[in-house]
């Protein structure tokens, strides 16, 4: 005799992930029509990317190439938009490639954190007992120390670079992704779709990776675009400090650090790359906060 | 109560010593310092000798052990440079830190927690969008940015204000702009929305249907029941403000704990350091502490049992 | 006999952003000195946007009174300013809600809640608001009235948080109490001794009392007349007994039908089959037809004026004198959906 079990069923604040490609991206750009803050954030996040991907054929100078010859020169003159630097180098150009830095330090270390991060909030969610509380402690303690500074102080141990600053943000980031995933986690454990699971005897590793995982996609993406804008943030704050990217790099923290020795004498070189770095947060932001009130109601409203 | 003060006395405790305990040994595992003291042609025989006089010749684990019975009791040893006792040395910075860091949040919540009622008050209105067009600038400006465009208009071009230093009230202003100001715009984003949500609640509803004027509805009511999440919130950033006091002070040249820190690590002077992340790491506790207590009293629900 | 409040043709509007409904469609219902009125609906069907508008809570950027007007002792509520509305409310028309665990204030005390009204309304000394305050807590029965005063909502059950409600809507010895759904969220035991308390204390203060409930036994227990509201009109309004005994609207009859009754125990429960209409589907003809068992042809193109006999109104094209011999049960008894 065969029994027939109901069907899982799905209660409705959960979000049908596996939703058809086509009409997903559709409904992105209908709901991204309908708010201009997520409008401007996403344009301005497009264009970050493409600057980062072809800024190296569309830099109207070599952003390296010192020149005495025109140092300090002020913006518009000599062919230089936003002018030139200590050393001779066009700001504009270095601002160009200095997107791109940001975009990378920005990416790998939401990869990086938001990995790390998930696989601990899941083990801790998930498995609960003794693990969970070892983890949870650990994260509770990196907590109570200010991310920046512990980013400085880590980077300044392990030393400078491109490398080294991702790992440092990474280190310091993905206490929240744990924290964020392991209540989701337990959150999810508590719905009533998986107590059914586990009455019809799935078992815990198909529960974890047919019904957990991918109801965490939308947390895991809200707080991904949330955090990236910190993290380009606190780049620049202790490039600027004069640890992580090092000169002749053109991150954009650099190049304030380099700048502000000529504060009194020439505004531009502070003025631009402080300008960069606000656009892109403020467009990071824009597009985050967006994307929590558009998927949030998802979560509430179906 | 009493249980709970000695648990979260217990954490703080912890959170210390562990905080201490990573430094110390990101600091072993990433080299010796011994040659940082030397000049660069220094024979095998005077580095050995100082490491010998340094103690960095032991093993790992009897160094920690030694590191973290003196540190307990105050002792992180002598500045590699300066030979100042490093704990000395960094208190001797807490009050510049202290002075800057509370008054750009008391500056901040005097800013913050006003136009966020207002904002709410006044939801959809030109103030309201002005406001929250504002905060969400505010929340993308890097703050040591801020403080160079600062210096730049007040100090380079109006000339009325230091670019750096400390000694006068003159001197506080600038930076304590520069470290309020992200926070200023987070405080009334949050106000406004906590207010928004408690202006929904059924006990507000139920202060309108007994005849509670809506000025005394906002001011006295939902602004006590948002001060919950209002200082929860505080309380969790002050280690923001804490970190950005950090930058602020090497921008403007201020003599506290954070620019000491900053020098301390960029010449590798390790004692310091650890001082300093020692100082840090407690106070940030202590104020966390604090903030619980607090919370504990705005709420009966935990107060009263 | 006096009437204390007159509800004529009122129809509200609320706007959502995107599109306008009509909660409220051309209410209209009366209450008597001294009586208690029932009103009565499924959820949904705008009892409780109704008794808001009369105490002047709508949302007032997303709402709007159309038409019509709320005439409490022959002042018209719906063109009272904020300022005016406000005098009134707490001091001569009080409410109390669904939700106590909800509706009390969970960082203030009782007594400085209760003492808000009297702050408001009345000039009194602080100690004789205290005196007062304590004096209507024992009328409402809570024990130790004098220690309750100091204490916080969350050290409370949720009977004696509704008792401290009704202490609240009590303290300025209104005119008119509104009670919306006063014992849905309560144990049944509880539900019970503050139906007796309202009773009482309604009777003391010989004030006058609407009760909004879903709850046709609390209806039969507490009220004088009734008013059965759907879908945002009144259908049928009688004195309490009369509804009982001879319904005259198909939907009253359902309700009554669907009542769970101890002679016929065994025997299916009987529910009104469709589903109510949201605001935004509403077209002409009567808001019931798609679920009515009697629907015919004017039904749908005709919406059903007020029909009156004696005391007894109703909005159904089958009291229509003229309808009376058309109307034969089973022949037209096609629902439409």
């Given at each position: 005799m065969t029994v027939d079990f109901p069907k899982v069923p799905h209660t409705?604040?959960?979000?049908?992930?596996?939703?058809?490609r086509q009409s997903a991206i559709t409904t992105f750009f209908l709901n991204l029509m309908r708010s201009w803050t997520g409008i401007i954030g996403f344009i301005i996040i497009l264009i970050l990317l493409l600057i980062s991907i072809f800024g190296q054929w569309i830099v109207?100078?070599?952003?390296l190439l010192a020149d005495f010859s025109k140092k300090l020169l002020p913006p518009m003159t000599g062919g230089h938009l936003l002018g030139t630097d200590q050393l001779g180098r066009d700001i504009f150009s270095r601002i160009i490639m200095g997107a791109k830095i940001s975009v990378i330090i920005g990416l790998s270390t939401v990869l990086i954190a938001g990995t790390f991060g998930t696989i601990v909030g899941i083990i801790s969610g998930y498995f609960r007992g003794w693990v969970d509380v070892v983890l949870m402690r650990i994260v509770d303690v990196q907590l109570s120390f200010p991310f920046i500074l512990l980013v400085l102080v880590i980077n300044a141990i392990i030393g400078s670079g491109l490398r080294n600053i991702i790992i440092s943000l990474a280190i310091g980031g993905w206490v929240i992704f744990a924290r964020v995933i392991r209540s989701e986690v337990l959150a999810l454990r508590e719905q009533e779709f998986i107590t059914a699971c586990v009455a019809t005897g799935v078992s815990k590793f198909g529960i974890l990776f047919k019904h957990i995982l991918p109801n965490l996609f939308t947390p895991i993406i809200i707080l991904s675009s949330l955090q990236i804008g910190t993290y380009i943030i606190a780049e620049a704050s202790v490039s600027f400090l004069g640890f992580g990217v090092q000169p002749p790099e053109p991150a954009w923290g650099n190049m304030l650090n380099e700048g502000k020795d000529y504060i009194f004498s020439s505004w531009w070189l502070i003025t631009f790359p402080g300008i960069a770095i606000m656009i892109t947060a403020l467009g990071v932001n824009l597009f985050g906060d967006w994307l929590r009130d558009t998927l949030d109601t998802e979560l509430k409203g179906e | 109560m009493l249980d709970f003060i000695i648990k979260r006395l217990i954490q703080v405790v912890v959170v210390v010593l562990l905080a201490l305990t990573v430094v110390f040994f990101l600091i072993r595992l990433s080299g010796d310092p011994t040659a940082l003291f030397l000049p660069p042609d220094a024979s095998r025989e005077q580095i050995e000798e100082y490491r010998e006089m340094l103690g960095f010749d032991r093993p790992i684990y009897i160094q920690y052990g030694e590191f973290m019975v003196n540190a307990v009791q105050g002792d992180f040893g002598q500045s590699l440079r300066s030979k100042e006792d490093a704990l000395p040395l960094v208190l001797s910075r807490l009050p510049a830190t202290f002075q800057l860091a509370i008054s750009a949040l008391i500056l901040s919540l005097l800013i913050a927690i006003p136009l966020g009622v207002l904002s709410a008050y006044k939801r959809n209105s030109v103030f309201d969008r002005i406001s929250v067009a504002l905060t969400v600038l505010g929340q993308a400006v890097p703050s040591f940015w801020l403080g160079l465009i600062l210096i730049y208009f007040f100090a380079a071009q109006l000339n009325i204000l230091p670019s750096g230093g400390a000694g006068s009230i003159v001197h506080l202003i600038l930076p304590m702009i520069t470290l309020a100001a992200y926070s200023v715009a987070r405080f009334t984003r949050f106000t406004r929305s906590t207010m928004l949500d408690v202006l929904r609640k059924d006990y507000i509803r139920t202060a309108k249907a007994s005849g509670v004027p809506t000025i005394r509805l906002v001011g006295r009511y939902a602004l006590k029941n948002s001060l919950i999440p209002i200082i929860t919130l505080v309380a969790l950033d002050l280690g923001t403000l804490l970190g950005g006091a950090v930058i602020t002070e090497v921008v403007f040249a201020w003599p506290g704990v954070g620019r000491l820190l900053m020098q301390s690590l960029m010449n590798r002077d390790f004692p310091i350091v650890l001082a300093g992340v020692f100082i840090v790491a407690l106070i940030y506790a202590v104020i966390n502490f604090i903030a619980d207590i607090l919370y504990a009293y705005v709420n009966p629900q935990i107060r009263v049992k | 006999m006096e009437k204390i409040l007159q509800v004529k043709d009122l129809r509200i509007q609320f706007n959502n952003g995107k599109e306008n409904i009509q909660p409220i469609r051309g209410v209209y219902f009366h209450v008597n000195k001294g009586e208690t009125l029932g009103i009565v609906g499924e959820s949904g069907c705008g009892k409780s946007v109704t008794s808001l508008s009369v105490m002047g809570l709508l949302p007032q950027k997303t709402s709007e009174i159309v038409s019509g007007e709320i005439l409490f002792n022959d002042r018209d509520l719906s063109r009272l300013t904020e300022r005016e509305f406000r005098k009134l409310r707490g001091n001569e028309i009080s409410m109390i809600f669904q939700e106590p665990m909800t509706s009390l204030n969970p960082v203030f005390t009782i007594g400085k809640q209760l003492s808000e009204p009297l702050r408001q309304h009345k000039k009194m000394s602080k100690s004789k608001i205290r005196e007062t305050i304590i004096a209507v807590l024992k009328q409402v029965g809570l024990p130790r009235a004098e220690q309750i005063i100091d204490e916080y909502p969350h050290q409370l059950s949720g009977g004696m948080r509704q008792r401290v409600m009704i202490s609240l809507a009590l303290l300025c010895q209104p005119k008119l109490m509104i009670a919306d759904e006063p014992t849905t969220a309560l144990d049944v035991t509880i539900q019970a001794q503050i139906l007796e308390l309202l009773k009482n204390i309604k009777r003391k203060n010989d004030m006058s009392l609407i009760l909004i409930t879903h709850d046709l036994s609390v209806v039969a227990e507490m009220c004088d007349r009734v008013v059965v509201m759907y879908a945002g009109e009144v259908v049928e309004e009688a004195e309490v007994n009369e509804l009982f005994d001879q319904p005259l609207h198909p939907y009253t009859q359902g309700l009554i039908q669907s009542l769970p009754s101890n002679n016929k125990r065994k025997s299916k429960l009987f529910s009104i089959q469709g589903q109510v209409p949201k605001p935004s589907e509403i077209k002409e003809g009567c808001v019931f037809a798609n679920r009515c068992p009697f629907v015919f042809g004017k039904c749908l193109t005709e919406t059903p004026p007020s029909f009156q006999k004696g005391k007894h109104i109703s909005k159904c094209w089958l009291q229509d004198p003229e309808e009376m011999e058309v109307k034969r049960i089973g022949e037209s008894s096609t629902v439409i959906s």
């Amino acid at each position: 005799m065969t029994v027939d079990f109901p069907k899982v069923p799905h209660t409705t604040k959960i979000r049908n992930v596996r939703k058809n490609r086509q009409s997903a991206i559709t409904t992105f750009f209908l709901n991204l029509m309908r708010s201009w803050t997520g409008i401007i954030g996403f344009i301005i996040i497009l264009i970050l990317l493409l600057i980062s991907i072809f800024g190296q054929w569309i830099v109207p100078f070599d952003p390296l190439l010192a020149d005495f010859s025109k140092k300090l020169l002020p913006p518009m003159t000599g062919g230089h938009l936003l002018g030139t630097d200590q050393l001779g180098r066009d700001i504009f150009s270095r601002i160009i490639m200095g997107a791109k830095i940001s975009v990378i330090i920005g990416l790998s270390t939401v990869l990086i954190a938001g990995t790390f991060g998930t696989i601990v909030g899941i083990i801790s969610g998930y498995f609960r007992g003794w693990v969970d509380v070892v983890l949870m402690r650990i994260v509770d303690v990196q907590l109570s120390f200010p991310f920046i500074l512990l980013v400085l102080v880590i980077n300044a141990i392990i030393g400078s670079g491109l490398r080294n600053i991702i790992i440092s943000l990474a280190i310091g980031g993905w206490v929240i992704f744990a924290r964020v995933i392991r209540s989701e986690v337990l959150a999810l454990r508590e719905q009533e779709f998986i107590t059914a699971c586990v009455a019809t005897g799935v078992s815990k590793f198909g529960i974890l990776f047919k019904h957990i995982l991918p109801n965490l996609f939308t947390p895991i993406i809200i707080l991904s675009s949330l955090q990236i804008g910190t993290y380009i943030i606190a780049e620049a704050s202790v490039s600027f400090l004069g640890f992580g990217v090092q000169p002749p790099e053109p991150a954009w923290g650099n190049m304030l650090n380099e700048g502000k020795d000529y504060i009194f004498s020439s505004w531009w070189l502070i003025t631009f790359p402080g300008i960069a770095i606000m656009i892109t947060a403020l467009g990071v932001n824009l597009f985050g906060d967006w994307l929590r009130d558009t998927l949030d109601t998802e979560l509430k409203g179906e | 109560m009493l249980d709970f003060i000695i648990k979260r006395l217990i954490q703080v405790v912890v959170v210390v010593l562990l905080a201490l305990t990573v430094v110390f040994f990101l600091i072993r595992l990433s080299g010796d310092p011994t040659a940082l003291f030397l000049p660069p042609d220094a024979s095998r025989e005077q580095i050995e000798e100082y490491r010998e006089m340094l103690g960095f010749d032991r093993p790992i684990y009897i160094q920690y052990g030694e590191f973290m019975v003196n540190a307990v009791q105050g002792d992180f040893g002598q500045s590699l440079r300066s030979k100042e006792d490093a704990l000395p040395l960094v208190l001797s910075r807490l009050p510049a830190t202290f002075q800057l860091a509370i008054s750009a949040l008391i500056l901040s919540l005097l800013i913050a927690i006003p136009l966020g009622v207002l904002s709410a008050y006044k939801r959809n209105s030109v103030f309201d969008r002005i406001s929250v067009a504002l905060t969400v600038l505010g929340q993308a400006v890097p703050s040591f940015w801020l403080g160079l465009i600062l210096i730049y208009f007040f100090a380079a071009q109006l000339n009325i204000l230091p670019s750096g230093g400390a000694g006068s009230i003159v001197h506080l202003i600038l930076p304590m702009i520069t470290l309020a100001a992200y926070s200023v715009a987070r405080f009334t984003r949050f106000t406004r929305s906590t207010m928004l949500d408690v202006l929904r609640k059924d006990y507000i509803r139920t202060a309108k249907a007994s005849g509670v004027p809506t000025i005394r509805l906002v001011g006295r009511y939902a602004l006590k029941n948002s001060l919950i999440p209002i200082i929860t919130l505080v309380a969790l950033d002050l280690g923001t403000l804490l970190g950005g006091a950090v930058i602020t002070e090497v921008v403007f040249a201020w003599p506290g704990v954070g620019r000491l820190l900053m020098q301390s690590l960029m010449n590798r002077d390790f004692p310091i350091v650890l001082a300093g992340v020692f100082i840090v790491a407690l106070i940030y506790a202590v104020i966390n502490f604090i903030a619980d207590i607090l919370y504990a009293y705005v709420n009966p629900q935990i107060r009263v049992k | 006999m006096e009437k204390i409040l007159q509800v004529k043709d009122l129809r509200i509007q609320f706007n959502n952003g995107k599109e306008n409904i009509q909660p409220i469609r051309g209410v209209y219902f009366h209450v008597n000195k001294g009586e208690t009125l029932g009103i009565v609906g499924e959820s949904g069907c705008g009892k409780s946007v109704t008794s808001l508008s009369v105490m002047g809570l709508l949302p007032q950027k997303t709402s709007e009174i159309v038409s019509g007007e709320i005439l409490f002792n022959d002042r018209d509520l719906s063109r009272l300013t904020e300022r005016e509305f406000r005098k009134l409310r707490g001091n001569e028309i009080s409410m109390i809600f669904q939700e106590p665990m909800t509706s009390l204030n969970p960082v203030f005390t009782i007594g400085k809640q209760l003492s808000e009204p009297l702050r408001q309304h009345k000039k009194m000394s602080k100690s004789k608001i205290r005196e007062t305050i304590i004096a209507v807590l024992k009328q409402v029965g809570l024990p130790r009235a004098e220690q309750i005063i100091d204490e916080y909502p969350h050290q409370l059950s949720g009977g004696m948080r509704q008792r401290v409600m009704i202490s609240l809507a009590l303290l300025c010895q209104p005119k008119l109490m509104i009670a919306d759904e006063p014992t849905t969220a309560l144990d049944v035991t509880i539900q019970a001794q503050i139906l007796e308390l309202l009773k009482n204390i309604k009777r003391k203060n010989d004030m006058s009392l609407i009760l909004i409930t879903h709850d046709l036994s609390v209806v039969a227990e507490m009220c004088d007349r009734v008013v059965v509201m759907y879908a945002g009109e009144v259908v049928e309004e009688a004195e309490v007994n009369e509804l009982f005994d001879q319904p005259l609207h198909p939907y009253t009859q359902g309700l009554i039908q669907s009542l769970p009754s101890n002679n016929k125990r065994k025997s299916k429960l009987f529910s009104i089959q469709g589903q109510v209409p949201k605001p935004s589907e509403i077209k002409e003809g009567c808001v019931f037809a798609n679920r009515c068992p009697f629907v015919f042809g004017k039904c749908l193109t005709e919406t059903p004026p007020s029909f009156q006999k004696g005391k007894h109104i109703s909005k159904c094209w089958l009291q229509d004198p003229e309808e009376m011999e058309v109307k034969r049960i089973g022949e037209s008894s096609t629902v439409i959906s």
